[in-house]
């Protein structure tokens, strides 16, 4: 698969990495391979005048726009969605994070992701300041891996990882070199080990120069905290790169255009001819400019060459062919658009091909991350193991092309709810598919910020007698809420297995807990600030 993937990549960097690569992608002409009458510098000219239409690049970055022009919706506990902006332990969010896992899904249809704790804090920081971060890992860069059939289930028994890590140069506090090392993950007798192999200086020959028995509460690990991704399952199994027959008529549009401008270049340029001495001397050098004139002998005859013939007409038909075999194979981008508007419907069949392939993508990426998320918030000190975590998601966005709701459509809905024929919930879910409500946001949300806001505009109207019942008695809870405990100024509620702290008189709410104790904890901390 190898040569596969570095084809795809060298698609995807684009006319630089295409051409650096030579013959591999451009073989030479018959004139080039004479190098002793200049054919490696004129196959230099040939290739630099060949066009490289990046038909891949565009394709890949317009699939992953695609599904993350709606950000994702990652639902993790409160403890640690703060993490989220950061999961790599280098700046890197958890929604950008996807966006490479999915570029790469789309290209070669493979990765992996590792979620690891530091063995010392970083910066002399403390060791509560420890956390689990993901590390993610190229189709090219998992080497070796092992899994075997657990109760039922697919467990992953090792893996061998490449990686480049850089250390300061002794000589030169200036100078990082890079070191290659290998990262073997393996379960050894039920317990999860990391060895770290690095080459001898000098030396073919490989040792182990660190091991490493991660733990969670002081107890290792029983399993291997990698997740496989590929562009159909999260299975360990190989799978074709969704782009594969584009990258290959890609390469072959390239070498036609090459073929193209070389034609171009020695048929279009003007070439003058001559019949006859010049001025009586045969050989004489002709010079060509408004200031020249040639004299020719008796029956000396000069004129201009003319391309004529049907060659470079193939050449040009054949490119166009294959543009449209890219853009039938998946890059929409490069099709000419409709000279005549479409209906929804049609625009929405004339994708369907690509929707299917990317659907597909989207579910395999959403399945893994997901996986990756409850590994993280496992490791950072859930109750429940990894395979429990079901409420642990990462939600990727799945509707492709805008689908933007018509008024007439939602006049329909609004008297379906007012008509009590579907539910807030149905109704609210239309209107996110609809892209009228805001993404992110869930139907609970959206209830309570209407109540919220409805709580201060009465407010804003004039004092509210306080001999008065309240305009609302269960103003800041929603559909679902079961009120546990209540207090003068405040109450709280359970909702979807959390604690919610409400403010009586604002419907405000004021924190999220994981059990009562922590949120009567918080009222108590409220009461003696005053």
């Not at 040009?316 to 479409?342: I, N, Y």
Request: aromatic share 8%; with cysteine.
């Amino acid at each position: 698969m190898l040569p596969r993937w570095q084809r795809a990549r060298d698609c995807f960097e684009g006319s630089d990495a295409v051409k650096a690569a030579g013959v591999k992608y451009l073989p030479m002409l018959d004139s080039h391979k004479n190098l002793g009458e200049g054919g490696l510098a004129k196959y230099e000219e040939y290739k630099y005048r060949a066009l490289f239409y990046n038909a891949t690049g565009r394709t890949v970055e317009g699939m992953a726009g695609a599904l993350f022009q709606i950000a994702p919706i990652i639902t993790v506990p409160s403890i640690t969605e703060e993490q989220m902006e950061d999961v790599t332990l280098n700046g890197t969010s958890a929604e950008l994070f996807g966006l490479q896992v999915t570029r790469d899904l789309v290209l070669t249809g493979r990765y992996g992701i590792l979620i690891d704790f530091p063995v010392d804090a970083p910066g002399g920081a403390s060791a509560a300041a420890l956390r689990p971060y993901w590390i993610g890992y190229r189709a090219e860069d998992i080497l070796a891996w092992r899994t075997e059939r657990w109760e039922g289930r697919e467990v992953i028994t090792g893996v061998v990882l490449f990686e480049v890590v850089e250390e300061r140069d002794g000589k030169d506090d200036f100078v990082m070199n890079e070191i290659e090392q290998y990262r073997a993950l393996e379960l050894v007798k039920g317990v999860y080990t990391q060895n770290i192999w690095r080459k001898i200086s000098n030396s073919d020959r490989f040792i182990i120069s660190e091991t490493h028995v991660p733990t969670r509460r002081g107890v290792p690990l029983p399993f291997i905290p990698f997740t496989f991704l590929g562009s159909t399952s999260t299975s360990a199994l190989v799978q074709k790169p969704p782009l594969d027959d584009l990258v290959i008529v890609n390469l072959s549009h390239y070498c036609t255009m090459a073929d193209l401008e070389h034609g171009r270049h020695y048929t279009a340029l003007p070439t003058p001819w001559v019949a006859g001495a010049l001025g009586g001397k045969t050989g004489a050098p002709l010079y060509i400019g408004s200031g020249k004139a040639w004299s020719l002998e008796k029956e000396g005859r000069a004129g201009m060459l003319e391309f004529s013939g049907a060659g470079l007409g193939h050449l040009a038909e054949g490119e166009r062919e294959k543009r449209k075999m890219m853009a039938t194979l998946g890059a929409r981008l490069l099709e000419d658009q409709a000279s005549t508007s479409e209906t929804a419907t049609a625009v929405l069949t004339r994708h369907s091909g690509e929707q299917a392939t990317l659907r597909t993508i989207a579910q395999a990426a959403e399945a893994g991350l997901s996986k990756a998320l409850r590994f993280h918030v496992w490791w950072e000190g859930a109750d429940a193991s990894p395979l429990e975590l079901k409420e642990v998601q990462y939600t990727v966005n799945k509707e492709f092309f805008s689908t933007k709701m018509s008024s007439q459509e939602l006049q329909g809905l609004v008297g379906a709810l007012q008509a009590e024929a579907i539910s807030y919930e149905t109704f609210y879910d239309q209107l996110v598919k609809g892209e009228i409500a805001r993404p992110g946001v869930t139907a609970e949300q959206e209830q309570e910020a209407i109540l919220v806001r409805s709580a201060a505009l009465q407010g804003a109207l004039g004092p509210v007698d306080p001999n008065a019942a309240p305009p609302n008695p269960n103003i800041g809870e929603v559909p679902g809420d079961r009120v546990v405990a209540t207090g003068d100024w405040w109450k709280l509620v359970e909702r979807k297995k959390k604690f919610v702290l409400l403010d009586n008189e604002t419907g405000e709410t004021l924190g999220t807990f994981d059990s009562q104790k922590k949120a009567q904890d918080e009222v108590r901390k409220i009461e003696e600030q005053g």
